[in-house]
């Protein structure tokens, strides 16, 4: 516990231990943390750069009362609070051999009813009849002398009741130990460390409680010494430790924005409220946040969307130097760009997925790209039957047909797209919609396999029309073309 080290250099002027020479340094990280405990007693101060400052006004009196920082803060804040008796009896107590160990258990507060009564002469209590006296005269003795440093106390009326302070001044001394109840006797310290107590008792399942000493055996440390705390008494007088935030998230249990109010300590979430009104911003980057996790299926994208969406992944393949990815990848990676800016005003998933997605989409377009889509990616193509069939691009590399065969009498080549480079994939289908061939190349389909497969079709279907020149026939959307 570098502390003490900390605050005397810190008297001496000293910012820096390398600015002394030393037959050995202090650990880095040890002396820092030191530094950061004596911030939060109000001790140190900080430089505009954010690195360590030097003493404050607060910590010269600290320094001057020759006991540990921690205990030399809790005692000044005790003065404030007319707690100064409890707080020097606690402070030599907790310099000294705990004379009480044996029977006292975990509670400090016990011990400061029995300390108050050898302070008065009265050995009644239970826990002074198994002490030893030589140890409990000496913590008698010094919690008097430190009484007397004190400024304005020289007077100070003992308090009847002290010990019913005993874990808020404790919590001026341990700010990094307030800890909070997890069950079971588990609790979680304001530092971020897990700990407990060693048995089950009364104070296991205390909400909140401030640990003086706590070992460091197995994963969780074991709180050898502690008191109690109110959270109103958190929040009274520890208002320099707490910290108000507002959070707008996203709820991945829910798949809902939430705006919650959040008051911690530390690591400790002391209370939490309903945020009312939060920004708009912040909502619609909870609800970026949801659309990340979830995907794009949040959106609820209708047919004509995920069609317009897999014509732009087409495009960006066949030119993609020219077109942006529209793949659902790309689209998550830029948000911000393409659905924040249509986002602000949303206050939920359903008002999300009232945007127009197709519109969304088209807004990443300029005005030459849109006309160029249109014509290098058609939705539905004209074939000689009159049918508007529409193209599927699910697979961007293949585009694809789904037409009857009778449909396509006198073309002779296989549609182009995308600037007339990608071919599109003919599924050719029976009367019944059933695929009979697959193929890219229309012309030698009629010169290689089409008759093979009008025998096939002439069988089953004898009503339709099947003649011995596609090339020259008629196309037709039904059974036979009409004259």
């Known amino acids: ?21 030393w037959l050995d340094a202090p650990p880095e990280a040890a002396y820092r943390q030191a530094t950061g405990l004596l911030h939060q ?11 360590t400052g030097g003493i404050t006004a607060h910590g010269r009196e600290v320094s001057a009362l020759g006991t540990h920082p921690r205990l030399g ?5 005790a003065v404030a609070l007319g707690l100064a008796p409890t707080a020097s009896r606690l402070a030599a107590l907790l310099q000294e051999r705990d004379p009480f160990r044996a029977h006292g258990g975990t509670d400090l507060r016990p011990r400061l009813d029995a300390l108050r009564e050898a302070a008065h002469a009265r050995s009644t209590h239970s826990l002074l009849r198994a002490a030893d006296d030589t140890v409990i005269r000496r913590i008698v003795q010094e919690s008097r002398q430190l009484l007397a440093t004190l400024p304005t106390v020289a007077a100070a009326q003992d308090e009847p009741d002290g010990s019913a302070a005993c874990g808020l001044l404790l919590a001026f001394a341990y700010p990094d130990r307030i800890a909070q109840g997890r069950g079971d006797g588990r609790f979680l310290l304001s530092g971020g460390r897990g700990t407990r107590l060693r048995q089950v008792e009364w104070m296991s399942r205390s909400p ?54 959040v008051l911690q300590l530390g690591s400790l979430v ?16 909870a609800l970026m946040q949801g659309v990340r996790e979830r995907g794009l299926k949040l959106l609820s994208w209708n047919r004509q969307t995920l069609q317009l969406q897999a014509r732009l992944i087409f495009m960006h393949f066949s030119a993609p ?25 949303a206050k939920n998933v359903s008002d999300l997925q009232r945007l127009d997605g197709a519109a969304l989409l088209l807004g990443r ?19 000689p039957s009159g049918s508007r069939i529409p193209v599927d691009y699910s697979n961007p590399e293949a585009p694809a047909l789904a037409v009857r065969l009778q449909e396509l009498f006198g073309m002779r080549d296989t549609p182009r797209i995308g600037r007339g480079r990608v071919p599109i994939v003919l599924h050719l289908l029976s009367p019944a919609q059933r695929p009979v061939q697959v193929t890219s190349d229309l012309s030698s389909f009629w010169r290689e396999a089409y008759f093979e497969v009008k025998k096939d079709l002439k069988g089953r279907y004898p009503k339709h029309y099947w003649p011995d020149d596609p090339l020259e026939a008629v196309a037709t959307n039904r059974a036979k073309p009409k004259r």
Not at 224 to 235: G, K
Not at 271 to 285: G, L, M, N, V
Not at 370 to 382: D, G, S, V, Y
Request: net charge negative; with cysteine.
């Open 1 to 21: 516990d570098l502390a003490p080290l900390a605050l005397e250099l810190a008297a001496w002027g000293v910012r820096e231990p390398a600015e002394l020479a």
């Open 73 to 77: 803060h809790m005692l000044l804040s």
């Open 41 to 51: 007693l109000g001790c140190l101060d900080e430089a505009a750069d954010g690195t």
């Open 321 to 345: 130097e020219d077109w942006p990815d529209s793949t659902e990848s790309a689209l998550l990676d830029s948000l911000e760009s393409w659905l924040l800016p249509f986002a602000l005003g």
């Open 208 to 261: 909140y409680l401030v640990a003086a000493e706590v070992d460091d055996e197995g994963a969780d440390g074991a709180i050898q010494l502690a008191a109690p705390i109110e959270l109103q008494e958190l929040i009274e007088h520890c208002s320099e430790m707490l910290l108000e935030q507002a959070n707008v998230y996203w709820d991945s249990s829910a798949s809902a924005v939430r705006a919650r109010k």
């Open 270 to 285: 002391l209370k939490e409220t309903s945020y009312e009104r939060p920004p708009a911003e912040e909502i619609a980057a």
């Open 365 to 383: 377009l300029d005005w030459e790209q849109r006309q160029q889509l249109e014509q290098e990616a058609p939705t539905h193509i004209r074939v």
